[in-house]
């Protein structure tokens, strides 16, 4: 048995804030580690004790194995713990850890390494009787394969991963996710195996100590995905719930897979599964999952106090797992905007709140949301450098339609200022007749269908509305009337006309602030309550505008919120890039540029490609033309809307 009583988390955001909680529930003592821009974040802030990593960027941070021992020595941690992502499944840091004398809160690193590469994960688990795809090498992929799913043999999340439906697309693609494997995990070994269009995730979550004793601690399901990283998930599942005889031989097969690496502490055996109830091995993530909290919900588990546990050398509580009860929704909040390509976005939060919360970081022990978040309740920055993810939404109650109200209403009454997030995706899908009824997979957000969803919560009446609000608060500060500096106060060329204000939405559509008919104004300077009629019913829309940006305004209702910007009516001269300016859609580093000054690109054509939130992103042509300027090079830093590259349109 090893005894600690202090431990160093490798980590940053919600899941920091997780182990954090958990270490300070057993009376340990929380040591964190932070990159410069996260000197103020709330995780630093909680620790007993903080060590700054110089740098911005992952690789100079938070994948440093050697900066994190050291501020494990230096601190006097006995123990580290990886979280989830950076370097919780990388076999040479656990040993790196081991070797310094400090307890390794997670699985050996020979677990570690027999897992760490699909590609032998899966012939060794094949012969301990766990259902298998076929496996390909990229050379041995035929014609009659595809469609084909392109992995990172050496990690998860997404990265690395991409649907290749014929032979042309297939270099194209494997060259793109050896790219983000390289940068995401340091190995850049890519495979293949068959692509299902209409396959479930399925997964087990299991708990295994050092005595023998190996729980498989129900099921989730992560099959609403974008970009082959999950958004919700939840536990159980439904397709399970309709195939009773299925969940036996689940657990079956992940209690196998962990008893063939003699694993010990919290992993998670992952499947793909047909509505048939047929499944086949996908991984197993040695380490906490991002959706932990959903097994945490219906069994009161503390996963994480486990993990402590186990480490310590401690025997798991029973020989048996604790049954499960009740239903749980996990809604994973993203900085990024789905209608736009799932573009991530980065910022200030100015405020998030969210109502219903019963518990934070554990629990919940009663029907409630609980809420696991990286933010602040006001003023959190969301970097470039990092994953978009901001919070955790989780809705537990007896039922599935219990949870999925539940949760639904948190996130569409959730106050979130200031950044553009997933939100009303996350209201649509919870709301959408399909999922409610269980019938879905992982191709669920696309199409037609990710086009209904991702559309804005308000309808035009409603924006109009919210308009008429936003009119009335900026009239009376006195902000409407000049919005932006060079519009000289109390100038006006309409002579004695009023001028009413317009608004403009994210998505580019305009409203003029005369859409129902302001009855009361509650304002205390920053927040104000406005009553709005129309048709003879009175609205209640909720204003925010924040002191140092008169143009941006923030309103709520009861279906939903929106940002609003003030339109200029005299637009400078400089405020528009230059005609056929491609932009940089938002912060981050240049990573390829496939164009020359003088070669000539078609509409779509990819024209340079960019890393940001840990993805990479095309800028493509808008039209056919001629590239006569390349303004950035390879691995510049570039800003949210600067100019990369000039198009001349040939038409």
Same mark, same amino acid.
């Given at each position: 048995?090893?005894?600690?009583?202090?431990?160093?988390?490798?980590?940053?955001?919600?899941?920091?804030?997780?182990?954090?909680?958990?270490?300070?529930?057993?009376?340990?003592?929380?040591?964190?580690?932070?990159?410069?821009?996260?000197?103020?974040?709330?995780?630093?802030?909680?620790?007993?004790?903080?060590?700054?990593?110089?740098?911005? +960027?992952?690789?100079?941070?938070?994948?440093?194995?050697?900066?994190?021992?050291?501020?494990?020595?230096?601190?006097?941690?006995?123990?580290?713990?990886? %979280?989830?992502?950076?370097?919780?499944?990388?076999?040479?840091?656990?040993? /790196?850890?081991?070797?310094?004398?400090?307890?390794?809160?997670?699985?050996?690193?020979? @677990?570690?390494?027999?897992?760490?590469?699909?590609?032998?994960?899966?012939?060794?688990?094949?012969?301990?009787?766990?259902?298998?795809?076929?496996?390909?090498?990229?050379?041995?992929?035929?014609?009659?394969?595809?469609?084909?799913?392109?992995?990172?043999?050496?990690?998860?999340? %997404?990265?690395?991963?991409?649907?290749?439906?014929?032979?042309?697309?297939?270099?194209?693609?494997?060259?793109?996710?050896?790219?983000?494997?390289? +940068?995401?995990?340091?190995?850049?070994?890519?495979?293949?195996?068959?692509?299902?269009?209409?396959?479930?995730?399925?997964?087990?979550?299991?708990?295994?100590?050092?005595?023998?004793?190996?729980?498989?601690?129900?099921?989730?399901?992560? +099959?609403?995905?974008?970009?082959?990283?999950?958004? !919700?998930?939840? /536990?159980?599942?439904?397709?399970?719930?309709?195939?009773?005889?299925?969940?036996?031989?689940?657990?079956?097969?992940?209690?196998?897979?962990?008893?063939?690496?003699?694993?010990?502490?919290?992993?998670?055996?992952?499947?793909?599964?047909?509505?048939?109830?047929?499944?086949?091995?996908?991984?197993?993530?040695?380490?906490?999952?991002?959706?932990?909290?959903?097994?945490?919900?219906? $069994?009161?588990?503390?996963?994480?106090? !486990?993990?402590?546990?186990?480490? /310590?050398?401690?025997?798991?509580?029973?020989?048996?797992?604790?049954? $499960?009860?009740?239903?749980?929704?996990?809604?994973?909040?993203?900085?990024?905007?789905?209608?736009?390509?799932?573009? =991530? @976005?980065?910022?200030?939060?100015?405020? #998030?709140?969210?109502?219903?919360?019963?518990?934070?970081?554990?629990?919940?022990?009663?029907?409630?949301?609980?809420?696991?978040?990286?933010?602040?309740?006001?003023?959190?920055?969301?970097?470039?450098?990092?994953?978009?993810?901001?919070?955790?939404?989780?809705? #537990?109650?007896?039922?599935?339609?219990?949870?999925?109200?539940?949760?639904?209403?948190?996130?569409?009454?959730?106050?979130?200022?200031?950044?553009?997030?997933?939100?009303?995706?996350?209201?649509?899908?919870?709301?959408?007749?399909?999922?409610?009824?269980?019938?879905?997979?992982?191709?669920?957000?696309?199409?037609?269908?990710?086009?209904?969803?991702?559309?804005?919560?308000?309808?035009?009446?409603?924006?109009?509305?919210? @308009?008429?609000?936003?009119?009335?608060?900026?009239?009376?500060?006195?902000?409407?009337?000049? =919005?932006?500096?060079?519009?000289?106060?109390?100038?006006?060329?309409?002579?004695?006309?009023?001028?009413?204000?317009?608004?403009?939405?994210?998505?580019?559509?305009?409203?003029?602030?005369?859409?129902?008919?302001?009855?009361?104004? *509650?304002?205390?300077?920053?927040?104000?309550?406005?009553?709005?009629?129309? *048709?003879?019913?009175?609205?209640?829309?909720?204003?925010?505008?924040?002191?140092?940006?008169?143009?941006?305004?923030?309103?709520?209702?009861?279906?939903?919120?929106?940002?609003?910007?003030?339109?200029?009516?005299? =637009?400078?001269?400089?405020?528009?890039?230059?005609?056929? +300016?491609?932009?940089?859609?938002?912060?981050?580093?240049?990573?390829?540029?496939?164009?020359?000054?003088?070669?000539?690109?078609?509409?779509?054509?990819?024209? !340079?490609?960019?890393?940001?939130?840990?993805?990479?992103? @095309?800028?493509?042509?808008?039209?056919? %033309?001629?590239?006569?300027?390349?303004?950035?090079?390879?691995?510049?830093?570039?800003?949210?809307?600067?100019?990369?590259?000039?198009?001349?349109?040939?038409?």
């Amino acid at each position: 048995m090893t005894t600690f009583d202090s431990v160093l988390v490798a980590n940053r955001g919600e899941i920091a804030r997780r182990v954090i909680a958990a270490a300070h529930a057993r009376g340990l003592r929380a040591v964190a580690v932070y990159s410069d821009p996260d000197a103020d974040a709330p995780h630093v802030a909680e620790a007993d004790e903080a060590v700054r990593l110089p740098g911005e +960027s992952p690789a100079d941070t938070y994948l440093q194995g050697e900066k994190i021992i050291a501020a494990a020595k230096a601190t006097g941690a006995q123990a580290i713990h990886p %979280g989830y992502g950076f370097l919780s499944e990388n076999a040479e840091f656990a040993a /790196a850890v081991q070797a310094a004398g400090i307890v390794w809160i997670g699985p050996s690193p020979e @677990a570690i390494t027999a897992m760490g590469s699909k590609v032998a994960a899966k012939a060794r688990l094949a012969e301990a009787g766990v259902p298998m795809l076929t496996n390909l090498t990229p050379d041995q992929v035929s014609d009659s394969d595809f469609p084909v799913l392109v992995k990172a043999s050496a990690g998860g999340g %997404g990265r690395g991963m991409r649907v290749v439906r014929t032979r042309a697309e297939l270099q194209e693609n494997l060259d793109a996710a050896e790219r983000e494997a390289k +940068s995401a995990f340091g190995d850049g070994t890519v495979f293949c195996e068959r692509y299902l269009e209409r396959g479930r995730h399925i997964e087990v979550q299991v708990m295994a100590d050092s005595q023998g004793t190996v729980w498989a601690v129900g099921e989730r399901e992560c +099959s609403i995905q974008r970009r082959h990283q999950k958004v !919700l998930e939840e /536990a159980p599942s439904p397709l399970v719930e309709r195939h009773p005889a299925m969940r036996t031989a689940l657990y079956e097969a992940a209690a196998n897979a962990a008893k063939a690496i003699g694993y010990t502490g919290a992993g998670t055996v992952e499947f793909l599964a047909t509505d048939a109830g047929e499944f086949f091995f996908l991984e197993v993530n040695t380490r906490l999952q991002v959706e932990h909290p959903v097994t945490e919900a219906t $069994t009161g588990l503390d996963l994480v106090g !486990l993990q402590f546990d186990v480490a /310590a050398g401690l025997p798991l509580p029973s020989a048996e797992p604790p049954a $499960t009860r009740g239903w749980a929704i996990e809604a994973r909040l993203y900085a990024e905007d789905p209608a736009n390509d799932w573009r =991530p @976005a980065a910022g200030t939060v100015h405020r #998030f709140e969210v109502p219903g919360v019963v518990s934070e970081f554990s629990g919940p022990d009663r029907p409630g949301i609980r809420l696991d978040s990286a933010l602040a309740p006001a003023g959190s920055v969301v970097e470039v450098f990092y994953d978009p993810m901001l919070a955790k939404v989780i809705g #537990f109650a007896p039922t599935r339609a219990q949870a999925l109200a539940i949760t639904e209403a948190a996130l569409r009454k959730a106050v979130i200022h200031g950044i553009t997030t997933n939100r009303d995706l996350l209201v649509r899908i919870l709301a959408d007749a399909d999922f409610k009824a269980g019938d879905f997979a992982t191709d669920f957000l696309t199409g037609d269908r990710l086009e209904r969803l991702a559309a804005p919560l308000l309808d035009e009446a409603e924006l109009a509305e919210a @308009a008429s609000a936003a009119g009335a608060v900026l009239d009376r500060r006195g902000a409407a009337a000049s =919005p932006l500096p060079h519009v000289a106060p109390g100038w006006r060329n309409l002579g004695s006309r009023t001028l009413v204000p317009e608004f403009r939405t994210a998505d580019e559509r305009e409203f003029r602030a005369d859409g129902g008919q302001v009855a009361t104004v *509650d304002d205390d300077g920053v927040r104000a309550r406005v009553a709005v009629e129309r *048709d003879g019913i009175r609205r209640t829309v909720a204003v925010t505008a924040y002191p140092g940006d008169r143009t941006v305004v923030e309103v709520e209702t009861a279906r939903g919120a929106a940002t609003l910007t003030l339109v200029d009516p005299l =637009p400078s001269a400089d405020a528009a890039a230059a005609a056929g +300016s491609l932009l940089a859609p938002m912060p981050g580093v240049i990573t390829r540029i496939g164009s020359q000054e003088g070669d000539s690109v078609t509409a779509g054509q990819p024209v !340079l490609w960019m890393e940001a939130m840990k993805m990479e992103h @095309a800028i493509s042509a808008p039209a056919d %033309g001629v590239i006569t300027t390349i303004a950035v090079e390879v691995g510049q830093n570039i800003d949210a809307g600067a100019v990369v590259a000039v198009l001349e349109d040939t038409e």
